[in-house]
């Protein structure tokens, strides 16, 4: 069965400053990777995703990610943090399906950003 | 194109009453997805539905839960003899159902129970 792990449940970065956020998962094959935002009261935007290819996935918001195999690893990370990147950050890992697509997709807990100016 | 839409957003009941929660997913969609969500926690897949079909039910989704989608388009979810700990927000998604499979969210409905 497939699990993920965000180690951080907490950041607090200042408005201009990088962003990295963690992400682990385990899945028995090359899994579909997801990185969705919630902002309060709001349901799940996908801010990008990876299936194949390119490592590099750039997303909206300024957003991207690296899919790294060896590390199963996949963390968001944004240059420059604006005060409007507030939220709640949930990786997540879908099975793949051997028909094509996914099936199941499987959230981290979530990681809680907070913006100081 | 609209997006995912939940109805209702929130809702209140006490203790032992039978609530029904209703998803539309984006037309076209013939995969659709209910999630449950707890405070502090993220999604939880609760069940999947292939067009009219439910392909996968979570061992969350206990005799209580019951959730239908009987013309392949909208989607019900109903809770009988609700209890606390069923207190969530209900998450619907829905996705194409070919290629790359982007689940796609709507806002949620909000569940208290008394």
């Known amino acids: 069965a497939q699990s993920v792990t965000q180690p951080d449940i907490h950041i607090t970065v200042s408005e201009g400053a990088s962003l990295e956020l963690r992400c682990n998962y385990s899945y028995g094959a090359t899994p579909y990777l997801f990185w969705y935002v919630q902002s309060p009261g709001q349901g799940l935007q996908l801010l990008l995703k990876?299936?194949?290819?390119?490592?590099l996935v750039q997303g909206i918001k300024g957003f991207e990610a690296e899919f790294k195999r060896s590390q199963s690893s996949f963390n968001l990370r944004k240059p420059s943090v604006h005060w409007s990147d507030a939220a709640e950050y949930f990786c997540?890992?879908?099975?793949?399906?051997?028909?094509?697509?996914?099936?199941?997709?499987?959230f981290g807990i979530g990681t809680k950003l907070q913006v100081i100016p | 194109d609209t997006g995912v839409s939940q109805n209702p957003r929130h809702k209140i009941t006490k203790r032992g009453q039978n609530v029904t929660f209703r998803c539309d997913p984006i037309?076209?969609?013939?995969?659709l997805y209910w999630y449950r969500q707890t405070l502090g926690q993220g999604p939880e897949f609760l069940t999947y539905f292939q067009n009219e079909a439910q392909l996968e039910k979570s061992r969350l989704l206990s005799d209580r839960f019951s959730a239908e989608r009987p013309k392949g388009s909208f989607s019900t979810l109903e809770i009988q003899r609700t209890e606390q700990g069923d207190s969530a927000m209900y998450l619907c998604a829905s996705s194409l159902g070919s290629g790359s499979d982007t689940q796609y969210f709507g806002p949620g409905t909000r569940l208290t129970v008394l």
């Open positions: 990876y299936f194949s290819g390119d490592t």
């Open positions: 997540a890992v879908g099975a793949k399906l051997n028909s094509g697509g996914y099936q199941k997709v499987t």
């Open positions: 037309s076209e969609h013939n995969r």
